[in-house]
Every structure is written in C-alpha cells, then in structure tokens.
C-alpha cells in the first residue's frame, strides 16, 4: 500500500520559517519525481515544487529563492525548507509522487497546513 505522509505543518508569522517533510512507503522512491503542492482556501492546488530522483529541481515563480526541495533517497523522503513565509503562503500542501515513466501513476498524501499570520 503506497502511502505519503507529511509533516512539518503549523503556524508560523510572515518572515518566519518551516521545514515540511514527506515520508514515502510502499513505492520504489528512485523511480518517481517527488513534488510539493499546495491549495489556498477558494484557489486550485498549485504546483510549488518538484525534485527528481537525480537531484533536479523545479521551482513555482513564486516561492524561488526562498523555498528549498530535496530528497534523501536513502529514507524515501522528502523536504521543503520555507524562508521568508507571507500570508500568501497560506495553503494546504501536498505531497506528490509521480512515475518517471507512467505519469499517470500518481499518489498523494492527505496534505499538511501551514498557516502565515502575525
């Protein structure tokens, strides 16, 4: 059974930061790109970030140069180090598993709240 959990979610004020996780089972890690996601309240779910089993990252305009996707293939997870946190930033975020070679093999997990508010 493919599960992805995260972790890391909460409250956290506008500049501050947070580190969310994803933990991987059920899957073979390397044969996946891994990606963060995110929904707002009223909006569609957005990509924010992807990170390939060799390392290569993609980066929504919006969050470059203050978010940070990695992977440790090692323990089937995932990261995303967020600095420099706006409101706008509000939102669920997903994590997201897709197949290097049938995309259309593609698991989520149940998503984790952040929350940027002074």
């Known amino acids: 059974q493919v599960q992805l959990v995260e972790s890391g979610g909460g409250l956290v004020q506008p500049g501050g930061s947070l580190r969310l996780s994803c933990a991987a089972s059920?899957?073979?890690?390397?044969?996946?790109?891994m990606g963060w996601y995110r929904q707002a309240p009223g909006k569609e779910r957005e990509l924010v970030a992807t990170v390939t089993s060799g390392g290569r990252t993609n980066y929504a305009d919006s969050v470059k140069g203050r978010f940070t996707i990695s992977r440790d293939n090692a323990k089937n997870t995932i990261y995303l180090q967020m600095n420099s946190l706006k409101s706008e930033d509000t939102a669920v975020y997903y994590c997201n598993a897709k197949h290097i070679v049938s995309s259309d093999i593609n698991y989520w997990g149940k998503g984790t709240l952040v929350t940027v508010s002074s």
């Open positions: 059920g899957i073979f890690f390397n044969l996946y790109t």
